[in-house]
């Protein structure tokens, strides 16, 4: 990271402030999410302006990755296409979806045509939120607020 934005950070937050990629928050969100103990494979989508990040989460991390989109249909076939290759099927395996994606977009209209089980994922539990987030989705700022399960 740039040496200016480091200074920065610690001078405000301090000594043990850290920069941390956008999948260690996903990462530890889903981990506390899912609990001690190993649960059944799933991919969980994260859609953030023009970046999809997918994860496929088991009895251990098994597929990480961000993607680069620019249409519905980018988002769409990097879904598809990490399924098949790790073995999912779009038709029997649910994928959870955290991020910018609504109900009522057209992204998501159109990945809930190839793949039957799609449904939103919650806050992080366990977190005491303000009243004045209630106006948000559950499924927002998943990312955001995960980093308070990073060590």
């Known amino acids: 990271a740039d040496a200016a934005l480091l200074d920065w950070l610690r001078a405000t937050h301090g000594p043990e402030a850290r920069l941390v990629h956008h999948t260690t928050a996903l990462l530890a969100g889903l981990l506390h999410q899912q609990g001690p103990k190993a649960a059944a494979r799933q991919l969980s989508l994260h859609l953030a302006g023009s970046e ?82 209630n106006e948000l989705a559950e499924n927002r700022y998943f990312d955001l607020f995960s980093l308070a399960f990073c060590d």
């Open 52 to 133: 999809l990040t997918l994860l496929v989460l088991g009895a251990q991390v098994e597929f990480c990755n961000v993607f680069a989109v620019s249409t519905p249909e980018d988002v769409v076939y990097y879904t598809i296409l990490a399924m098949q290759e790790l073995g999912l099927s779009p038709d029997q395996d649910a994928v959870t979806v955290w991020g910018e994606l609504t109900s009522d977009s057209g992204t998501f209209a159109l990945l809930a045509t190839y793949v039957r089980h799609l449904r939103f994922g919650n806050r992080p539990f366990g977190l005491h939120y303000s009243y004045r987030l």
